[in-house]
């Protein structure tokens, strides 16, 4: 049963009483959050409708948020303690909208469906009489006259009534309701256009002398619906376009197809619950179900944070965004989309991605009084004009009230932002808010923790060094280890599990883990410690590339020295000459020892100035907290301190929650890369963002003062004005080149990661 306008109507100056029923309203209030209730909003045009809608709880008792997601036009409305529902439909219906309870977001696209018929039906109307009457009216301009002339005018005004009673309307619903609630609207100089330059056609038309307006009113009006309904399918195709969909989506999968008798390509999409698919190494699994394979190793880490893929064996849950390690997989759907697991948490995401950034409040105000201004100005020079040449004044200050609207101003700059997150997500980067593209374009400095982040972060042990450990020590150093996931301890214990598996476990007190620092433990009364080894140590042996030393100490005494590899992530050293090439400064921020530090700055050609070591979480959150325009890249939960301080920060490492509960962006691929995109993706979005500004603010000034000048009439005027609204969307959507251009070639780490020679050359000495 769909509840919408023809809802039972209630008395008492409230049309919506029905809602507080809970008879009625049972299937449509939120099952966890009892107080929430979502409404289909009709007549939302701009971002100025976002905010007049969101602005509602500080003016209606009973309501303690609305946020209205621009694209699918839903509202979700949370009552306070002791507000109705009733109250927050009717609030939405005083500003001139239309409120429809929904239960579904399916439920949420019929009734858009419909508006945008009915918008369609007011165009085709619109667009019909507006080319009749050009017709006539060209035949007066080609000389008819005289009777003939005088029923081609009636003719036109005839036409003319079923555009300014019927293809108008929206425009007096929206203008009305801004003058109600004393607020300014970008449809009130249309509308003022249209009563007084269709008051004077009229009373010319009667009069039989005088300039008519018919054909320039009516194409305005066609113009307008025109590029109200570009714009709405614009934001309707890429504001409302979830972030569920490119971000683990778009890898098409073969799925077992009964009427081809055997496995097909088809996008995920298509799937259905017990649809049956096979996976190969490498892809990611596009929605929750149940394994049916003997066994398989799947890499978790976009949900546990763990880096080392779990085995699953058949019948146990598999789940959407995890990676296939086996080189095949096969698995039955049980969930997708928003219900899967990985779902859920970018839904919690999704739900905060849409609000205002800084710069749309800003550009929303500035639309506000270009408003106010061009209707003063209208009106003033009507005024004073008027003085000088009545009819020249109607018609000049009529083309400047047409020409001038803030449509695309207000438009264009959450459609840009909008378009770099989805192309962001598309390439597995996901971003928190549009607020972070705003600092991502003023980043001057990119802190990097060390191990994992610009390393690969899978240690090996090389050899011992300053002294061999007994048995015994061996068997110290792998039970001190036992229990952390640090990826140096996960390299000891490899190396020890051979020597020691054999032998009965030691018991250890007080262990304990320092982040930052290494792991210790009271073993038969003597404090024993995993810590980086002092650099003043003689080492017995030299390596050409940077190599971590971590000493086991008894009481503070250095016993012996492990020594253990890492290597720079392929993509290192060429993304961080990019980086440099944006203008931002790349830095090592790392709780490690100072010579494995300074030897990576130096296989990352970067100085001694760019690499701090010995670095406590605290001492990292220090620094980047008196460096502004920091960008901070880090593992989300082991960097919390760090990222929370920064300007911007990126989680490289953990689960997607725990990272996205510290950091600004998750990634959820390997590489360095990714940083490089962020920050060119930030620059993009912003120059984009100012590109159009200027346009609109230069194309609406050189218009405005030509219409003033009478170099331009109304009539041309009507058919300038959308075109500035074209300009700006047609900029939005082939501005951020960069990151389109790798949406279409595939993602940058998936062609361009082949290890450079030096990384060759590591690999055989760590071997």
């Not at 205002?356 to 009507?382: H, M, N, R």
Request: charged share 20%; glycine share 6%; hydrophobic share 45%.
């Amino acid at each position: 049963m769909m509840h919408n306008l023809e809802a039972p109507h209630s008395i008492g100056g409230n049309d919506y009483l029905f809602l507080d029923d809970p008879t009625f309203n049972g299937p449509y209030v939120d099952s966890v959050h009892h107080g929430r209730m979502q409404f289909f909003v009709e007549g939302v045009s701009c971002t100025r409708c976002v905010h007049r809608i969101e602005q509602l709880p500080q003016e209606v008792e009973g309501i303690a948020a609305i946020r209205l997601e621009f694209g699918k036009n839903i509202a979700t409305v949370d009552l306070a303690p002791g507000g109705r529902f009733s109250q927050a439909a009717q609030a939405l219906k005083d500003q001139g909208y239309t409120p429809h309870p929904i239960k579904s977001n399916d439920q949420a696209q019929l009734i858009q469906k419909k508006e945008n018929r009915e918008l369609l039906s007011r165009l085709g109307v619109a667009g019909a009489c507006a080319g009749n009457i050009m017709l006539l009216t060209i035949s007066i301009y080609a000389g008819a006259e005289g009777v003939l002339a005088r029923i081609f005018e009636g003719l036109s005004f005839a036409l003319f009534l079923p555009v300014v009673f019927y293809s108008a309307v929206p425009f007096y619903k929206t203008s009305w309701s801004a003058l109600k609630n004393k607020k300014a609207s970008i449809d009130i100089p249309i509308v003022a256009a249209l009563l007084v330059g269709g008051a004077l056609s009229t009373y010319h038309t009667v009069k039989g002398q005088g300039d008519i307006y018919f054909d320039s009113l009516a194409t305005l009006v066609f113009l307008l619906l025109a590029a109200r309904y570009f714009l709405k399918r614009v934001q309707q195709s890429y504001l409302s376009s979830s972030y569920l969909q490119p971000f683990f989506t778009s890898e098409e999968v073969e799925a077992w197809d009964d009427s081809e008798g055997g496995y097909v390509l088809k996008s995920p999409a298509a799937l259905v619950r017990e649809s049956r698919i096979r996976l190969k190494k490498g892809q990611r699994l596009p929605a929750d179900g149940i394994l049916l394979s003997a066994q398989a190793h799947i890499n978790t880490a976009v949900l546990t944070g763990e880096s080392y893929p779990q085995q699953v064996i058949a019948g146990q849950p598999v789940y959407a965004g995890c990676q296939v390690v086996s080189e095949q997989v096969e698995m039955t759907v049980s969930e997708m989309g928003h219900r899967t697991r990985v779902g859920q948490i970018l839904e919690k995401i999704e739900s905060e991605l849409k609000n205002k950034t800084p710069l749309t409040s800003l550009v929303d105000k500035v639309a506000q009084y270009f408003t106010i201004i061009v209707l003063a100005a209208g009106f003033l020079f009507f005024v004073g004009y008027s003085f000088v040449d009545a009819n020249e004044a109607v018609r000049r200050a009529l083309a400047l009230v047409i020409l001038a609207c803030p449509c695309a101003l207000a438009f264009a700059t959450p459609l840009t932002q909008s378009l770099s997150l989805i192309k962001a997500a598309k390439n597995s980067y996901l971003i928190k808010n549009a607020a972070v593209l705003e600092k991502l374009s003023r980043i001057k400095l990119v802190a990097f923790d060390k191990t994992g982040t610009l390393t690969r972060g899978e240690f090996k042990f090389l050899c011992w060094d300053y002294g061999e450990p007994s048995l015994e020590q061996q068997q110290i150093i792998h039970q001190l280890e036992a229990s952390s996931q640090h990826p140096i301890a996960l390299a000891l214990k490899k190396e020890l599990a051979p020597f020691v598996q054999s032998l009965p476990a030691i018991a250890l007190e007080d262990w304990q883990e320092i982040e930052g620092r290494g792991v210790f433990a009271t073993i038969k009364s003597r404090r024993y410690s995993m810590q980086a080894a002092p650099s003043r140590i003689r080492q017995r042996r030299e390596f050409d590339f940077f190599v971590t030393r971590v000493g086991l100490y008894a009481d503070d005494q250095l016993v012996c020295v492990a020594v253990l590899g890492d290597e720079p992530k392929a993509d290192a050293v060429r993304t961080l000459r990019h980086i440099e090439e944006l203008g931002a400064t790349p830095m090592i921020l790392s709780g490690d020892a100072k010579e494995a530090v300074l030897g990576l700055a130096k296989e990352l050609s970067l100085s001694a100035r760019q690499a701090l070591a010995d670095m406590s979480p605290e001492a990292k959150h220090q620094w980047v907290k008196d460096h502004p325009q920091t960008l901070m890249v880090g593992d989300g939960a082991n960097d919390s301190l760090a990222l929370a301080s920064a300007d911007v920060s990126v989680a490289v490492q953990g689960s997607m929650e725990s990272s996205l509960e510290a950091a600004d962006i998750y990634l959820a691929t390997g590489g360095v890369t990714p940083i490089w995109h962020l920050i060119k993706l930030g620059q993009d979005t912003m120059h984009v963002v100012r590109r159009n500004l200027y346009i609109s603010i230069v194309y609406n000034l050189i218009g405005g003062i030509s219409a003033l000048l009478g170099l331009i009439n109304p009539l041309v005027a009507a058919v300038l004005m959308p075109i500035s609204s074209a300009i700006v969307v047609m900029s939005s959507l082939y501005g951020t080149y960069f990151l389109r251009r790798l949406s279409r070639k595939g993602s940058y780490w998936q062609s361009n990661s082949l290890p450079t020679q030096e990384m060759g050359r590591h690999r055989e000495q760590l071997a």
